[in-house]
């Protein structure tokens, strides 16, 4: 019985093929940004460091919440009451209590992101990290990316067959890098997680907002594609 020509990895000599890897890498600029909040308290009493840090978290989510549309998200993770023991003594004797709550927020304007980043860091007891900045997982640049990788495929595989005086006569396959097996690919880190910076709290009042300049987010694409040729003029 004789295979389907189509099924063979390697083609024949009537219809070769030739497999390409097409690449694309993009800079484009961020749309979101996140940074995250601690808050903190710290008391003898248990029930005083509870509400100082109920009082300051409720200040710090009123306070970005009062931006609006621009805060796109807004989360609260872990939230913790850990008391300190004495290092000295018998018993079981409590020192202090420290409270602790995380909260992060998204952000889509970069303006209102540096007076906001400002204005928490000037808040009692409240630690801002980042900006983490990153694409929408539905951002068009992603797509782009892609169709430049396929597109660069086709060339490739076109300047092969015709390096052997053929042509390119149809595509037999398309794939994303790994799709057909398990092999990790390794790939650089995530745009969006580069340039991480921490703010205090402070004392000082009216503080100047910063000027954050927002970093330019890498996209990359790699597909594998066969082609099958005309045969060559060898």
């Known amino acids: 019985m004789t295979q389907d020509p189509t099924h063979q990895p390697y083609g024949t000599p009537e219809t070769p093929r030739v497999a390409v890897r097409g690449e694309a890498r993009l800079e484009v600029d961020p749309e979101i940004a996140r940074i995250g ?3 903190s308290a710290r008391g003898t009493d248990r029930r005083a460091a509870l509400e100082d840090l109920t009082r300051r978290n409720n200040a710090v989510l009123d306070l970005v919440k009062s931006y609006g549309e621009p805060v796109e998200k807004l989360e609260t993770g872990a939230f913790s009451i850990t008391p300190e023991l004495t290092r000295h003594g018998r018993g079981e004797r ?5 409270g602790r709550v995380h909260i992060t927020a998204e952000l ?5 992101l540096g007076e906001l980043t400002t204005r928490l860091a000037d808040l ?3 630690q801002v990290d980042g900006p983490w900045w990153a694409l929408r997982p539905t951002s068009p640049a992603h797509g782009e990316a892609r ?3 396929v597109l660069e495929a086709v060339q490739r595989a076109r300047e092969y067959a015709q390096a052997l ?3 390119l006569a149809a595509l037999v396959e398309l794939a994303d890098l790994g799709a057909e097996n398990a092999v990790p690919v390794a790939m650089a880190a995530p745009g969006g997680m ?3 910076m921490s703010f ?3 004392d000082d009042a009216g503080a100047p907002p910063l000027d954050l300049e927002p970093q330019r987010q890498t996209v990359y694409a790699q597909v594998n594609a066969r082609f099958t040729m005309t045969p060559p003029q060898l």
Do not use: C, K, P, W
């Not at 409590?94 to 420290?98: E, F, I, N, Q």
């Not at 889509?108 to 209102?112: E, G, L």
């Open 37 to 39: 909040i601690t808050v």
């Open 147 to 149: 169709r430049q990788a």
């Open 200 to 202: 205090g709290g402070t």
């Open 124 to 126: 009692e007891l409240t």
């Open 108 to 112: 889509s304007d970069f303006t209102t």
């Open 165 to 167: 005086g053929a042509n």
């Open 94 to 98: 409590v020192r202090a209590y420290h």
């Open 194 to 196: 580069m340039r991480a």
